[in-house]
DNA sequence: CAAGAAAGTTAGACGCAACTAAAATCTATC
DNA sequence: GATAGATTTTAGTTGCGTCTAACTTTCTTG
């Protein structure tokens, strides 16, 4: 049985509260639409055309899934779409893919560094890239950077891990 | 106007997929369900109790969401509550809100050292301390304690990201 | 060039996690 | 100890991103 709580308690007034949450707010750039924008802008460079199936496949999602998120961004403007036809980035949207794709890249980088196996680093990056600021990567870029120039800090690194 | 698109391209089967999700499996860890725990926690540390209002003023959240999530937590076995009376952590709640935050401390540590601002660091932080594995955190503790031994280290990766 | 297969779309539903408005309960104070 | 105010809960919606089933369009191939 619990007790009842002392209303006395103030609710200290929270310093390190998070930012509003933007709601409904056009275009916002989503977890899923990333994955979609990405994996898009991969299909195109890899083999010419992205086409549902294919990302469907590749996102281990439904087809009819692909079709809505397709829609979604086409209202968006992030790429154009003609039913039954194909799928094109924008210029808008093959920036953001572009992005998304490097960012993806600096990480995987980053964490190979640690020696650890590819599946893991696949679904790490898959699962941080998404939400880390420019700042941030910069930051993991510059220090790969230095794990690339520096055999025996990675060799410090791998032994602290273990 | 767009061509359509010639079957001949094979769907190429894709190696890299990520897993098939884990649909519907009851107590899954998501986000929200972290970031409630987390902040559980965090109350019960600083001042002995959570109570629904704090909770959702830290979070900035409505309170009935609070209710709402309390209710799922409850439901598995997470954390113990009484209607109108209190919210206590089980031992498996307590444990997995440890860990989530050690997490976030681990995390926040590392991106310390690259001089970011302070709410760039904690946005980060929230957003991906969420998908990261065990291995990895190992190796970004690692990270940190080499940065925390070799200052020098941490000047030239400074001097790199300018 | 006409099936039949493959790809794409529509329609309808669901789960999560949020919201607002309104009702219920608790606490403090007089 | 009644009551005003704070806190919590219920009820009912919403949006996102997914799903399955069924339908339409396009492609391939005999």
Known sequence: MLRAVPRTTKP??????PAKRTKASPAQSTVAREDYLECILQL???KGLA???DIATTLDIAQPSVTAMTQRLAAEGLLTYEKYRGITLTNEGEKLASAIIQRHQILT??????GLDE???YRDVEGMEHHISRKTLNAFDALTAELDRSPALVT???????
């Open 44 to 46: 195109i460079q890899s």
């Open 156 to 162: 410090r690194l791998r032994a602290a891990m273990a």
């Open 109 to 114: 980088r980053l964490l190979r560094h640690f």
């Open 119 to 121: 599946a893991t680093i």
């Open 12 to 17: 200290t007034p929270n310093t390190t509260k």
């Open 51 to 53: 086409r549902a199936v």
